[in-house]
């Protein structure tokens, strides 16, 4: 993703990590949950390729031009790529990180403020890939 998008999903990520913070306690500990949750939408993503590799919409966004992209089928290529990265990454913390919570300076760190993230991250780009297949 280019610089624009890149600005509004880490964005994104800051304000649900806060937001985070004030819906979800400490002791939250119903994580598998929560990776089946983000692994369904990487599911959805991967079950949109073959769509779009299989009809005239591969065509159709080669053709188009776009000012950030050479192409619309580059810029959705950029994203699946981010949401296939940022699902993994976000999976595998969820896994590897131990579930205890730290107290630094007043603010309580842990696994719990990754639940929103994860999640508004993943609609984030399921969406800007659904807004470009549906263009």
């Not at 002791?27 to 959805?44: G, K, R, S």
């Not at 159709?60 to 580059?74: E, G, P």
């Not at 760190?109 to 929103?116: D, M, S, T």
């Amino acid at each position: 993703m280019k610089k624009k998008d890149n600005l509004i999903f880490v964005a994104l990520i800051c304000i649900s990590t806060v937001v985070s913070s004030f819906v979800y306690e400490p002791t939250f500990n119903d994580y598998p949950n929560e990776v089946e949750f983000v692994m369904w939408w990487l599911m959805c993503a991967l079950v949109l390729l073959p769509v779009l590799f299989n009809n005239n919409l591969n065509k159709f966004l080669y053709d188009k031009k776009d000012m950030t992209y050479s192409t619309l089928l580059h810029k959705l290529r950029d994203y699946y790529k981010h949401l296939i990265i940022f699902v993994s990454i976000s999976t595998i913390l969820i896994i590897v990180l131990p579930t205890t919570s730290y107290e630094v300076s007043g603010f309580i760190i842990g696994k719990f403020l990754l639940i929103v993230p994860v999640q508004i991250g993943a609609i984030y780009d399921f969406y800007k890939i659904a807004s470009l297949m549906l263009y």
